[in-house]
């Protein structure tokens, strides 16, 4: 494992970022319209709901949260497809980097993507709403980190696809993260889900982290036992995506299709 | 010494066989030649030394070291082709940057100061790489190619689809690079000329197999006929 070669291809996405002011725009847009539009909506629901009422900001905060996981997700699947369009993918297999240092490349660099789209959006929300994430406390830092493995893990398993089958994997790019969003009991308790689904939400990360995001906003109470468990599930579901990932990539060796990916 | 070994070289995509066992060596400072019809597994056999393409069986050896799973030369090997590009929105600046910092160059200012010199990429340097002309792209990837002084460099139709002067020009670098850089080379090409005028042993490749080898002359001579062009004609069409 050497810094410098995981340098060079942040370096090379972080050209890219600075090369093109309709892509930072683009970077900041979709989360500030995002948060502005969940902004009203807990606005309203403060004022008309008995559930909401004396806790403003849960479902604006748990909008952010789930910005935050979607961005890590889709900037790590961004920048490996950006390698599949401009068919530089060869050029850094035939190069001395490690498959773990391109992982460890692409995490970083989704990263702080992911904080120039979010930063500005979630400054926005404090004079625009008064609501802050930093109400969550120190549990915030534990809950950020989770959905950052989380939204890792996902884009692990989405690159994972774009390896093994190529570019006509690119839609499952995109929809990934609605297939989960779901029974991620973003904006509601697992116990609105059905009965027979519960125990697949609770199977995920996300429905512990925004239980326990509910739990501090609206409690004020700190439930270690909901962050265990989403860290000890991303731990697994993070070892599995990895796997796949290698086994991705020894796959596409074997039946030949690296030299594919890019055309 | 040999640089490259390669013995007894297979490769199967299920029941279709790409590479037939084939045999060849590269000795350090030789250029040698792959020839042959598209589809008779060139590509193949490059991806194989580059570790893009597990071998079904056989060995690739460099520098003494057999390959393993893990490709342990990567750092001292480099690539050019024309089907593989560099990111297009960075600047020609960049990408050199990048790769130089990729490929751990060390002293990477002075490096790549003597590139742009030597491959005339001053007027192009802050560029993007995909406003290039394919002349100006194929300059660029080949100073990508050998920004790491690398031992073996792997070169798949270098000038394809280049006007017969820019052509010329990587021809002339190539081989003026090689008099003052001990390097083995792997060309692929299906331009005779080039092959001619670069290589110093020929392999001439169909169905997966080498059907003969050696000097373009050697060649020429053994299957009398006025050039290298001709044995591949003779060759290719042979049932």
Redesign the interface.
Same mark, same amino acid.
């Given at each position: 494992m050497k810094i410098k070669r995981i340098l060079s291809l942040m370096l090379r996405h972080l050209y890219l970022i600075k090369a093109s002011v309709p892509r930072i725009i683009d970077l900041i847009y979709w989360p500030t319209v995002q948060i502005i539009l969940w902004g009203f909506v807990s606005k309203f629901f403060t004022m008309h709901s008995s559930y909401f009422n004396n806790t403003a900001g849960i479902i604006l905060s748990a909008a952010i949260l789930y910005d935050f996981l979607f961005r890590s997700s889709i900037s790590y699947n961004m920048l490996f497809l950006e390698e599949i369009w401009s068919r530089n993918l060869i050029n850094l297999f035939v190069s001395p980097l490690k498959v773990g240092e391109i992982v460890i490349a692409l995490t970083c660099t989704a990263l702080l993507r992911t904080l120039i789209g979010l930063v500005p959006a979630v400054l926005i929300a404090i004079p625009l709403f008064g609501i802050s994430l930093l109400e969550l406390g120190y549990p915030l830092i534990l809950l950020l980190l989770s959905l950052y493995i989380f939204g890792i893990t996902l884009g692990l398993l989405v690159t994972s696809g774009l390896v093994r089958f190529g570019p006509s994997f690119e839609n499952i790019a995109w929809a990934s993260l609605f297939f989960i969003a779901p029974i991620g009991c973003i904006y509601y308790p697992v116990e609105i889900l059905p009965t027979w689904l519960q125990p697949v939400a609770l199977a995920l990360p996300l429905a512990h982290i925004f239980e326990e995001t509910r739990s501090i906003l609206i409690h004020h109470t700190v439930n270690y036992s909901n962050i265990y468990y989403a860290l000890s599930l991303n731990a697994v579901y993070l070892s599995i995506a990895l796997l796949t990932f290698y086994q991705s990539f020894k796959s596409a060796k074997v039946k030949g299709s690296l030299i594919n990916v890019g055309e | 010494m040999n640089k490259l070994e390669i013995q007894q070289l297979e *490769?199967k995509?299920g029941e279709f066989e790409?590479v037939k066992k084939i045999s060849f060596s590269i000795a350090s400072n030789q250029t040698v030649a792959l020839l042959g019809p598209n589809g008779c597994g060139k590509?193949?056999t490059i991806?194989m030394i580059?570790? #893009?393409?597990?071998p079904t069986s056989g060995s690739i050896t460099i520098n003494n070291q057999l390959l393993g799973k893990e490709h342990h030369y #990567?750092?001292k +090997?480099?690539?050019a082709?024309p089907?593989?590009? #560099?990111? *297009?929105? #960075? %600047?020609v600046i960049?990408n050199l *940057?990048?790769?130089a910092? +990729?490929?751990?160059v060390d002293d990477s200012n002075n490096k790549i100061e003597q590139l742009i010199e030597e491959l005339n990429l001053a007027p192009i340097l802050y560029k *993007?790489t995909g406003e290039l002309s394919s002349g100006q792209r194929n300059r660029v990837s080949l100073a %990508?190619a050998i920004i790491n002084d690398p031992e073996i460099l792997l070169l798949d139709e270098p000038t394809a689809s280049l006007d017969p002067d820019t052509g010329d020009f990587i021809r002339t670098f190539l081989e003026n690079y090689k008099k003052k850089n001990s390097m083995a080379t792997l060309l692929a090409s299906h331009n005779m000329d080039e092959v001619t005028r670069l290589s110093d042993y020929v392999l001439m490749m169909k169905e997966g197999s080498i059907i003969d080898e050696g000097t373009a002359t050697h060649l020429i001579q053994k299957h009398g006929r006025e050039d290298l062009e001709e044995v591949f004609l003779k060759l290719a069409r042979q049932k």
């Open positions: - | *490769k995509f790409a590509t193949t991806a580059l570790g #893009l393409i597990t #990567l750092s +090997m480099n690539f082709s089907y593989v590009e #560099l990111p *297009k929105k #960075l %600047k960049e *940057k990048v790769y910092m +990729m490929y751990e *993007k %990508k």
